[in-house]
């Protein structure tokens, strides 16, 4: 009960600093999950991730039949180290590309919301981190990203 009447009293004291003080008025807010879902070049990564994936369980799959066909023990050993450093190597390949694929989306993701928000917004903040108030931008920054010129700043829905 305690920790609810606190939490009330500090979304009262923002309220009223916002109603006072014009820089919390310039607030928005990005629903970062929404933006990333509705990126097209982040979809188009998401399926390439699941094709390297589905490409390296087919890999796995043939290195095991191979495996099995090994007539002998050596054989099936030279087999397995053979395929393993393959496996690893196409891992640490792929895990590479997706970082730098990840990284590249991140910093779309920025400068969408730099250009989105410039000279209008003092302060941006992940949507799920705000209780209440600032104007909710994740829609102008899809359409930033996905280069969809956009007429208004801010979608006041909630």
Known sequence: MKLL???SVG???ICAAAAIHPSFAATATVDVEKVLAEYKKAQTFAQQFK???VGLEKF???ARS???AATTEIERTNIEKKLEKELQEK???IKAEQIKRLQEIETDVYKAIEKVTAKKYDLVLKKTAVILG???ISNDVIKELNG???KTLGDKKK
């Open 11 to 13: 979304v009262l004291t």
């Open 5 to 7: 009447q606190k939490l």
């Open 91 to 93: 891992a640490q390949k």
């Open 148 to 150: 969809v010129s956009y």
């Open 66 to 68: 191979q495996v099995k």
């Open 134 to 136: 600032g104007s909710d």
């Open 60 to 62: 796995l799959v043939d």
């Open 51 to 53: 094709a390297e994936e």
